[in-house]
């Protein structure tokens, strides 16, 4: 009989979910330094000058992804219908011991390579592929080398499973397969990609649930709560509404259809009043444009470098540059620190392009000081909702076709324009009687 090694030894209490409980792995993970530095990588950046509660920090997040996808994978491998039996391990059995481990430390890992104030300055240091690679050459890392040898010399039986790398998995599980792609050109097995979604899924993943959750709780902000008990336990692996059993998605019973509707309108919601609401827009700006001009390339120079930055350390920083006109990104640092004469945001309207600002600034003959903008790359909008539900627990329909109020809730996020208060009113003209052509 297999062991059951992930019988848990140790618990740790939080806000959210209560007791989290973890094996003698996750600890020595949890303790390393590159987990112990997410203590002090607040979750929602510099949100918390306009909503005092969100001091919370990627630390707990990450431990509420890994309880929330435990719950997840426990759940898909136990309710597995006739059509994909073949395809999902057996509760207990060496491969769902393996991919359950694997999933959980890569819970633990999936944001090991956020930057100071998570995503406040990311397209400025880390371009498109963003935090999830130097989540992997921190996974690489001298510092969790020990834990990965631990790793791969306890569980003898594996076995059953030499040809696979954990700690690969672990590292594929953990930023997706886009990223995954992009950085080696390799795809994911059907089953690596089910399992990986749990996680970093745009619709079902932990990771998602848990931020909305933690971050309506920390800042009062209600609409950002739902049921998602009832969306985990209504998850399935599903044959495809195109394809049949040919291809598995993951999806949902069609007694969890509300809670899918009730966890995109959250998104929604959580979006208008919190990650794209304008205040907190505007002292993101001032942050982003000042660690811009503060630490340059500097933060990329080598793994202790990364490690030894974190919110603290911008925090004393921008101190100090308030405090002294001769540092780089001084007036930024006197918006954040005195909160005082602080750019205003302003969403622009959808068909605005970034030409019509352009002959703006040059009528106004304003300086590149007193106006800036964030134009979102044109993308075609991901097909979220093509996800499968099971109507009678036996014929599959897109989630599209089930639901009309999924169909109707909004999914893009504005572009946004930062103009100084002293030529904000020109502004504010301009938008009101800019029409389209």
């Known amino acids: ?102 999933i959980r430390i890569a819970a633990l890992c999936h944001d090991l390579g956020h930057l100071p104030f998570s995503h406040v300055a990311e397209k400025d240091f880390l371009g498109q592929l963003g935090h999830e690679t130097w989540t992997l050459k921190i996974i690489d890392s001298p510092y969790l080398k020990p834990i990965w040898e631990k790793l791969r010399n306890v569980p003898t039986y594996l076995e059953d499973l030499i040809e696979r790398d954990i700690v690969e998995d672990i590292k594929k599980i953990s930023v997706g397969e886009e990223i995954w792609k992009g950085v080696t050109g390799q795809s994911f097995t059907p089953w690596e990609r089910i399992v990986s979604e749990l996680i970093t899924g745009d619709f079902f993943g932990a990771d998602r649930i848990d931020y909305l959750i933690r971050d309506a709780r920390s800042t009062g902000v209600v609409y950002g709560l739902f049921d998602y008990h009832q969306l985990i336990e209504m998850l399935r692996v599903l044959p495809s509404a195109d394809h049949g059993a040919d291809e598995l998605q993951l999806g949902i019973d069609e007694n969890g259809l509300e809670s899918c509707e009730a966890l995109l309108l959250a998104r929604h919601f959580m979006h208008r009043r919190i990650y794209q609401y304008s205040s907190v827009k505007a002292y993101n700006f001032h942050l982003r444009r000042f660690m811009h001009a503060h630490y340059s390339s500097k933060l990329l120079e080598s793994i202790d470098d990364f490690l030894s930055l974190s919110d603290t350390d911008v925090i004393s920083s921008l101190n ?13 640092a006197r918006c954040v620190i005195y909160r005082q004469q602080r750019f ?13 600002l352009k002959e703006f ?23 979220r909702l093509s996800f499968p539900v099971a109507r009678r627990h036996v014929i599959i329909r897109k989630a599209r076709e089930c639901s009309d109020l999924l169909l109707k809730v909004p999914s893009k996020k504005s572009n946004w324009v930062f103009i100084s208060p002293e030529r904000d009113l020109s502004l504010i003209e301009f938008l009101e009687n800019w029409t389209s052509v």
């Not at 009528?363 to 097909?383: T, Y």
Request: charged share 30%; net charge negative; hydrophobic share 40%.
């Open 344 to 356: 205003r945001a302003i969403a622009l309207p959808e068909a605005m392009a970034e030409k019509d």
């Open 320 to 332: 100090k540059a308030a405090k002294n006109p001769a540092l780089p990104g001084h007036e930024d």
């Open 361 to 383: 600034k040059t009528r106004e003959k304003m300086p590149d000081g007193d106006i800036d903008w964030e134009f979102h790359k044109i993308q075609p909008p991901p097909d």
């Open 1 to 102: 009989m297999v062991k059951d090694f992930l019988q848990a030894e140790k618990k740790i209490y939080d806000s959210v979910h209560g007791f989290i409980p973890f094996d003698e792995f996750e600890k020595d993970l949890i303790d390393s330094l590159p987990f112990q530095r997410l203590h002090y990588i607040h979750q929602l950046g510099i949100a918390y000058l306009v909503y005092p509660g969100a001091t919370h920090t990627r630390f707990e997040h990450s431990l509420g992804v890994m309880y929330l996808v435990s719950l997840m994978f426990d759940k898909i491998c136990k309710s597995v219908r006739a059509d994909v039996f073949h395809f999902v391990p057996r509760k207990g059995s060496t491969e769902y011991l393996y991919w359950r481990r694997v």
